[in-house]
């Protein structure tokens, strides 16, 4: 399974933009990448997927490197709502590893 | 659309009994995943049911057991409880090709057991 990297915890003002980071150097070359959040007492939830190409939804951005071995998810305005961990999950074998995930808290 | 259902919410358990969690996925998704949270161990995949047949399995022991039925409810089983069985057991479920997950997982609420 490819390990993933992410920073354990982060924060950001709200209204302001959030760069999450992850590296991924074992990724293979078919494997999506996929990023979900789980807010607290909550399951977790679907934020965005991609393979190579950048990604955007009405939730965020995902920004892929060109190498794979790395990808940002992007919060363009980050709200109160958006603190949650943030787990970074490159999809092997059909098996979804989360990992620890980074925390995000939002500062108002 | 409705979505998972996991049931029950909550449950307190003692040591040695044996415990059956329930999920029914939304309607249409054929695969059902189910995963372990502890504060200690994070998000642990247990295992994966797709056409009543398990896919694929995580690192767990015998004690901890699936199924699914006919219409993609399934269920989990953990027999002979421990102390450190206490955690959120989640389900999700996707859409899924024999050969390959298709959609992005869709989480029920959680089962939190406890064990005493």
């Known amino acids: 399974d490819a390990k993933t990297t992410q920073p354990n915890s982060m924060e950001s003002n709200e209204e302001e933009p959030v760069h999450l980071p992850c590296n991924h150097s074992?990724?293979?070359?078919?494997?999506?990448i996929h990023w979900y959040r789980q807010l607290p007492s909550q399951g977790p939830e679907y934020v965005i997927h991609?393979?190579?190409s950048n990604v955007n939804n009405r939730m965020a951005s995902l920004a892929i490197a060109e190498d794979r071995k790395s990808s940002t998810l992007i919060l363009h305005r980050a709200t109160l709502r958006d603190a949650a961990v943030y787990y970074c999950i490159p999809l092997t074998g059909n098996q979804f590893y989360f990992g620890t995930g980074t925390s995000l808290t939002v500062i108002p | 659309k409705a979505g998972v259902t996991q049931t029950p919410r909550y449950l307190i358990k003692t040591r040695g009994q044996q415990v059956t969690l329930s999920c029914s996925p939304i309607?249409?998704?054929?695969?059902v995943s189910w995963y372990q949270q502890t504060p200690g161990q994070g998000l642990q995949f247990l295992f994966e049911?797709?056409?009543?047949?398990?896919?694929n399995k995580g690192n767990f022991p015998g004690r901890f057991s699936g199924r699914q039925f006919s219409n993609s409810r399934s269920e989990m089983n953990v027999s002979t409880l421990e102390l450190g069985d206490s955690a959120l057991y989640l389900c999700?479920?996707?859409?899924?090709?024999?050969?390959?997950?298709?959609?992005?997982?869709?989480f029920g609420e959680g089962s939190r057991l406890t064990v005493l």
């Open positions: 049911y797709f056409s009543e047949t398990q896919r």
């Open positions: 991609g393979l190579t």
């Open positions: 074992t990724i293979s070359g078919t494997d999506y």
């Open positions: 999700a479920s996707s859409l899924r090709l024999p050969d390959k997950i298709t959609g992005e997982l869709f």
């Open positions: 309607s249409g998704h054929r695969s």
